[in-house]
């Protein structure tokens, strides 16, 4: 074969190769799926990093996990650590975010599917519940106030209590209306918070002059509260399987059990505790 | 007579390039006319319960050069691309495809444990609580990894065994084929598609994906005809060809209603009542006979198509198909395809040494109206060398931007080729091997 053929043949091959590998498209997978928003996607990644750092992973090891909702509740020594609640108070707007861009109207009204809506209330109640447990321990520092433990190792929520050294102080009191005297003024805005975050209860020292006596979470992002949100969570996974409903509804029947113990021991240290009228 | 020869190659290469170039322009016109193609012919997604694997018949060789094929359409896969091809048949053909595998790439990993996964799904099913049954637990696990593995993977196989002739013979001075084809086609595809926020934690972002299953089976069978008529004033041959099929078609889909995890977990439904209408065995398939539910019709398309060639230098190809067609109660898409195609090597007279090169682009009226020339075009190019009693080819294109890719060798009767070929979705390796007579 001629020298010319084999050069003229090269560089229409070459030329020929060069034209086509110029214009091939990679192929990307949609960013957002149907269902959700980039507004979405983002504050949940945004969550989920954030409860990482934290050390409070939620997640689901398999399917069967969704009716023990309890595996997903820490041990509350988590929640006395140096937890920044700037973090919680983030979450819980981040979490709101994803709602409202789920609740919104869509072609399928809501947007959102069943499922989502109903793990993003479920989230935004054991946020809330960490948050308040959170506050009650790393308020009492450096002295230890509150105990916070499991009833039982296969409890799912917590025991509230006050250290052995609290409680001496309590029984020393003369008048139970200087009860809440023996807490300082940070551990009884924790209680006052507390109390907002899981129930939205109103809760006041007895005696008019002891401060604080407004809640400090009575504001944005702080919407709603933790009870609000399990029920919300339980509606709607009784429309995505019944089974699961049922195993949010025994975890909030043993929170019900929590939010009264903590009405009682808060009343016992001289609160008021009261229901806002709305509920 | 150096002149003359010069002239005369000339002469040839102007008019190939007129005829290219006027070929061009018509695609180009079309490719980026901003008219909707629903204006120019009907376009409807076919019916998802009947036709939702919605893949047209693909030849191997076309494949490996971006599915640019309507202008060529010199073999036997003329049936598909172009009736109107058959006409350049000179003498009788038969061709018989005992092999024609297309697989996507994912396809040979999944497929091993796919009776693991029905496996599973039975189990699932059998339980009246298939969340809380710790005997289920690996069961729920394995699928949940299936599912996540299934999200990056699209599981697809199109196989197809078809058997085509042609008989070329004069009527006067028009050169006339009439051909029979015959296949067995079965197209499926699985894959996840995903739904909902895109959690970190994996079983959470699934509970709302759905798995799609689309499995379908055709037997077709048909003939076409073409006439070849050569135009006296140009040097020109034009052809013009129908060919015509009865289709019957099996298919079973959940495209119209996903099957997601949800309906796993909820066998008896949401009503939790077992034998109402929700149950899953009554909205999907029963784990134990899964292929009871499949839907069966029967249907015909008729495709018409005319090529224009320029000597053996350039063609012009347009394709109409469906040009009638329904399938059930469902009417076939009709599209349009117009292609041109040039080979260079024949443009000196005593050709390229042994060689043939095909340079091809093609747009159809369903891209017609948006994106840009690649996303609207195919282009194709072919290399063949031809030594005796053997031709080597090699084959890439841009399959509306994504990348083509193939391979063939014909040894006597034989022909094996293959192709890699992309498209916005996944990508394929078709392998077929041709017994031509």
Redesign the interface.
Known sequence: MPMKDIIHKSCLLLSLMLFFSSGCYEREDPVVASGSTLEADNAIKEVEAKLEAMGLSLSFEEPGDLILPEKLIPDPSVLADEINQKDFEEIIGQLNIVLTELEQEGPNSPLGSVSDMALVHLYLGLVYVFDAMSRLQISDDPAETFIIERYTPDEPWYNVGVSPATKAELDAVQDPLDYPLVFTPKERQAIIDATDLIDDAIVRPRAPEIEPRLSSVDRPPYSKYAIWHFQKAASLFGQYKPDVKDALDDLNESLDDMRSEIQARSESWGFTYTLPPWR | MHIKVFLLKLFCLKKACMSVAASLILIWFFAESSLPASKLFETKILSKKLGGANLPYRGVRPMGMGNVFAAISDDLDAFYYNPAGIAAARKLRISLQPIRFIPTQDFYDELKELDQLVDDIEAINESP?P??D?D??DE??R??QRMKRLIDDDLGLDVASPLRFVVPFHVGDYAVAIGGIAHAWSASQLYVQ????????F??DI??DDLIYDIMAEVSYGGAAAIEVPATTLPLEVSFGLAARRIHRWQMTDRDDPLG??EL??PYG?D?IEGTADDFKERYFDPEDPLAIVSEARGYSIDAGTISWFREIASLGLAFRNVFGKIGDEKLPRGLEVSTALN?ARLRKQG??N?D?I?AASSNNETWGSGNI?DRAR?G?E?VWNLPSLAISGR???NY???TLGAGIQLAFLDFDYAFY?D??VDWHAFSLNLTF
């Open positions: 609580k969340l809380e710790p289920l637990e729920r696990r699928l949940t995903r739904r909902g926020l895109d959690w970190n934690d079983v959470k509970l709302d995890i949800e977990i909820n949401k939790g260079p390229l040494q060689l090169i340079l690649v282009f190019v290399v890439a294109g841009s931007g994504y990348m992309s916005k979705d």
